[in-house]
């Protein structure tokens, strides 16, 4: 497949400015060819009778008149070339952004987010600069190598071949050499990230080893890890520091070809010393070419392997769609029916779930106890199509759930997750998430409801408190209490908890179940809880075992089964007794 | 928050007198390398001043050779004239009577200009070129073949003057075919040679000279940064545990690691290129002013501007540069912080107004890079303008002083070599503020490690070797952080040489701070510790730590083999010895099980490893040291029933002799100790045995059936 299938149509709506940026590239580029035109002639002028300093002003001023029109024009390209590559990396970042929103979490759980980063940063990037600079030196590059070329080969032809004849060597130098370079710098990053590790291993261990007073021991050992980078690092030095002084030898030598033989074509009248002058700048010109090429190479190199890397993302198709919905069906009423549910990861796993059934009345509280592991979340997961489940099994309403379009279902179902998800936002904006429009009475409402209002007015800055790294940091209990806000306000059809209490205290988090229960009397919810404690008033408790409906009724008909449930009860108490 | 990449903030200073001090301490063992870097780069940028001249002198001499001539027709009239100008060390030939003088166009300038003008009238002045050449056969006959007078009329008086075996031809080369003319110059031409012999002797110095220049200082600076590496590492390793509890790990390994790496950068690559940028744009200006101060001086106009331009750009480019690092990082943030909570957006539907979102930041951040790349497109292009404007100048100035016959053709090409070296400098040293900037942030850091407060390490105390292994706490009260809750509320106990006592308690009751402050890894507030008898305080840190044998929960293996994680670089533990502690541990079987046995690596801090195989081979650790204290804080996890025996095995050979602590979490173990210290709560609440604490129906019963049944 085409490398480049996601970027084209990203250039093709910029196909006008790059061809004019690139056009007026070549046109400056010729403008600066004609100065050393206008030196040759100057210079030439200066024996001739009649040729005087007026003369010279003239060729002065046009000088000045060409470096003012490159000037301009030098801006315009630039702005419309590397501005150009700006707009593309942002439109290309959009749609991996985009993209990426629209990946599920099987996509997620088999991706680093680390790498998923540095493809939005580092990868993205080197696609720009190939897009950007990239361009910018190819016509460049090519451009002014071929007219200066052809400039000289017009001064004189003999020459020019002389003073080429050492840059084939340079370009030989720069492949050979680059190579090298690259395993040595390869060796450097490689020692360089033993470092890092020795280091990071160290400071993970730091208790270690202090216990083991084993301080002296490993500045030792770092010692080595450092040493060693050092001497990969003189490696590299040492054929790096050859690199540049090389290069600019050869072109030196290429001068000095010029030097000689131009000299000799001058005396032998073969040539003028106009011409001898102009020769050297286009020398000079044609010389730069030599070196970018390498790194016009790099460029494109670095920037098709991150482009790959980028394709691999964005040509992930999203497993989680609409296709078998039916988009009359616009609302939920809380009737939630698993029939027979079968289900393992892959064909080689043991069963998740192993004909489970359970039916929910709407506005009945459904229970889930089970140890850890047991897939009480991954059932509640399914429900909300965070993963897909076999079809046939979760009926909404009497109706398949893959029936319901994904908005449908998750505007009518909101969950408190067991793992806390907050923005850094202010805690307002994290409440009113899924409502972004509601007012801050409604906020405070379901603020009060999740028992956590009292902890922001706390805050300096109240509800404009920012949450996280540049805010102040919530505690466990606190984010959870303000998920739990947050999930209200969507006043669902359905709510779930999934274990979303566990960092509250015991007290509290019966407070606010028991509320729960009480006002969402004609509404559906679902309770995965660890405490059994706070779920004794569930209309229905199922308790999950190896994924099998191990024991199932109310508090009091568990109890009296004394199985999981009542030793998970008993268990609790003495639990609540030592820490009371 | 989880996933997201550590940065630091690059702080505003290019220039810090009180950082690069500090830095150039650490170059100071290295001053002989830094010299001879400093010296090669003198002596490569002499080289590149030299090599305009260079071509000066190749254009001046040998190809244009425009020499003039004057003529006497007394030898009275040349002695007077030489007499003037007897500082100038004219040369004179005689021929046919007649004195000539030779006057290359140096020394023309420096004869009045009421003179030159007299001996124009008198037609004895004779402007042109004139070409320099050796007598031979060929050139003879061209130079009869000139006395043609239907060839060479211009000039009646004097065709040319011989003198010896040198002649100045009188004319122009257009009088002559091509290939007299190149015997007529075959003496420029061979010294053209030479000059071109000479050009690459200089060329490969020069790139001999870069060569060790670079490798010298580079050299100087990866050893210097090495030292302050293992310095700052050292350091690191002496802080206080609370130190590393409030710093990120990735934080504090960022400070060995990569600020230093910034800092060997910038005094291998950033400093140094900024010196020979800047020698090389003193060297031009001062060659040019030594070749021609005036034309210097008029070329020079341009240096203020020049200034204002860098000065102006760098203040530019330095804030665009912060205004796109701050948008990239919002923007990194924010994808970041998306990709953690993708599920949060997906499950309350709010996809798009968190793409709306995310598009106004991209645009920020585009924006950001657009008005840098505005700023680019305007300073970069100026540059190449001023050297226009300066060719222009050059072009113009000196072709009028050319016009004059105040200066060569020769010194202009000079002129123009050297402002074509004087832009790069220029370029460089701008690109160069970005790498100090970084490094300058990168050393404050690694500096301010630097200074934070040490753990005493006692260093000053006796020696001392724990003999019974007593350990007592007198009313001990921690908290480990100021105003925060106490984790011991006044502990006290006593555990006598030999004896072997289990914590057992609820999470949070404190088992851990006891051990955290028996091996002095944190203060505590009040009361104090005894060991031997003797207050903690005046033992030598590594002698508390010493002495004390501890097996962690989770057994954190170093890299190495295994023989290094048992001996741990203690070199007077030979094979037997170690053979011996692995048997009694029980883990010889494992061990040798291994296919490189003892010498078998260690990955990942041992994770290849089982738990338990783990804690064995800390077991064997313990006693290849022999200690007098034990310290055991059992795993929780699940061990397989065989490993879980061997342990319990080795537990008891390990506890025979010593005076033991372990935090128990197995009903085995707590049957082998004598004493069971129950803690609720940072404070002690119950001891005595498994028996008399299971009849108190107190902590230790609830305890009792909620862990251990």
Known sequence: ?580 | MKGQIYTDDIGGKIYDGKMLAKLVRYLKPYMGHVAVSMVFLLLLTAIQLYMPILTMIAVDRYIVSDINLISFNQQSDYDAFADKYARLKLESYEHDGRLYVLLPVKKLNRIFKDDIKKLEEQNRYHRGQYVLCKVNDKTTAILQKLEDPTLYTQISDSKYAVQQKVFALVGKEKYLTRDEIIDMRSDALHSLVLIGIVYLVLVIFRFIFQYLQVYFINYAAQYAMLDLRKEAFAYLQKLPLPFFDRNPVGRLVTRVTNDIRALDEMLSAGLIDLIQNVLMLIGIMIAMLILDLKFALVTLTILPFVVLHLKLFKDRVRVAFRVVRKKLAALNATLSEDMSGFRIIQLFNQYSRKVNYFAGINQEYYDAGFSQTKIFAVFRPLIFTMRFVVVAVVLWYGGSLILKHAITVGLLIAFLQYMERFFDPLQHISEKFNVLQAAMSGAERVFALMEEPAKDYRQEQDEKVLVSGEIEFRDVWLSYLKNDEYALKGISFKVEPGESVALVGHTGSGKTSIVNLLTDMYEYQQGDILLDGTSLNEFRLEDIRRNIGIVQQDVFLFSGNIRDNIVLNDTSIDDETLEKVARYVNVDAFIDSLPMKYEEEVTERGSTFSVGQRQLIAFARVLAYDPAIFILDEATSNIDTETETMIQEAIKVVMKGRTSIIIAHRLSTIKHVDRIIVLHKGKIVEQGSHDQLIANRGVYYDLYRLQFE
């Open chain 1, 1 to 580: 497949m085409n490398t480049f299938r996601y970027v084209i149509p990203i250039l093709k709506k910029n196909i006008k400015r790059i061809a004019l940026g690139i056009g007026i590239l070549i046109f400056v580029d010729s403008l600066q060819l004609i100065i050393p035109k206008i030196i040759q002639h100057a210079i030439n002028n200066l024996e001739k009778p009649g040729f005087t300093h007026v003369n010279l002003l003239y060729s002065a001023l046009f000088i000045l008149l060409l470096a003012v029109l490159t000037t301009i024009f030098k801006y315009v390209w630039r702005i419309l070339l590397i501005g150009n590559a700006w707009q593309f990396q942002r439109s290309l970042r959009q749609s991996y952004y985009n993209h990426l929103m629209k990946l599920s979490q099987t996509f997620y759980n088999k991706q680093k987010t680390g790498e998923l980063m540095a493809r939005a940063t580092n990868d993205i990037q080197a696609v720009r600069m190939m897009f950007g600079f990239g361009f910018v030196m190819a016509s460049d590059t090519l451009f002014l190598s071929v007219a200066s070329f052809l400039l000289m080969i017009q001064i004189n032809p003999k020459l020019t071949l002389l003073s080429i004849l050492p840059l084939p060597i340079m370009t030989v130098f720069i492949i050979f050499m680059g190579k090298r370079i690259h395993v040595a710098f390869k060796r450097v990053q490689t020692s360089f990230a033993d470092l890092s590790g020795m280091v990071q291993e160290n400071i993970s261990g730091i208790r270690v080893v202090k216990a083991f007073v084993q301080e002296e021991s490993e500045v030792d050992k770092m010692a080595d890890y450092a040493g060693d980078y050092v001497k990969k690092n003189l490696k590299l030095v040492s054929l790096q520091a050859a690199f540049h002084p090389f290069m600019g030898m050869i072109i030196s030598i290429s001068m000095g070809m010029v030097l000689v033989f131009g000299g000799a074509a001058t005396i032998k009248g073969d040539m003028n010393i106009g011409e001898y002058v102009a020769f050297y700048s286009y020398l000079g010109t044609l010389v730069w070419p030599m070196i970018a090429i390498g790194w016009i190479v790099n460029l494109y190199q670095n920037g098709t392997a991150s482009l790959k890397r980028l394709n691999e993302i964005l040509d992930v198709e999203p497993d989680i769609t609409d296709e078998k919905a039916d988009p009359e069906l616009k609302s939920i009423e809380g009737e939630i029916e698993i029939k027979n549910l079968v289900f393992r990861y892959r064909d080689d796993l043991p069963n998740v779930f192993d004909d489970i059934s359970i039916q929910l009345k709407k506005g009945d509280t459904l229970a889930i106890v089970g140890r850890t592991g047991c897939g009480k979340s991954t059932l509640v997961n399914q429900l909300l199509r965070v993963y897909n489940p076999p079809e046939g099994a979760f009926f909404i309403d009497g109706k398949e759930l893959y029936r319901y379009p994904l908005e449908v279902l998750r505007n009518n179902i909101a969950i408190v997750p067991q793992e806390i998800f907050l923005f850094s936002d202010t805690i307002a904006n994290n409440i009113a998430f899924g409502r972004p429009g509601a007012t801050r009475a409604d906020i405070e409402r379901v603020a009060k409801l999740a028992s956590v209002h009292d902890d922001i007015v706390g805050f300096k800055e109240g509800y404009e408190t920012t949450v996280g790294e540049r805010g102040v940091t919530l505690s466990g209990g606190q984010k959870q209490r303000i998920a739990m806000a947050r999930a209200f306000l969507c006043d669902p059809a359905v709510l779930i908890l999934d274990d979303s209490l566990s960092a509250v205290d015991t007290r509290t988090e019966k407070e606010i179940l028991e509320q729960i229960i009480e006002l969402r009397k004609e509404r559906t919810t679902i309770i995965i809880a660890h405490r059994i404690s706070s779920i004794q008033h569930a209309e229905q408790t199922v308790v999950l075992e190896n994924g099998k409906i191990a024991e199932r009724g109310n508090h009091e008909e568990l109890m009296k089964l004394g199985g999981i449930y009542a030793e998970l009860y008993e268990k609790q108490q003495i639990e609540e007794k030592l820490k009371g």
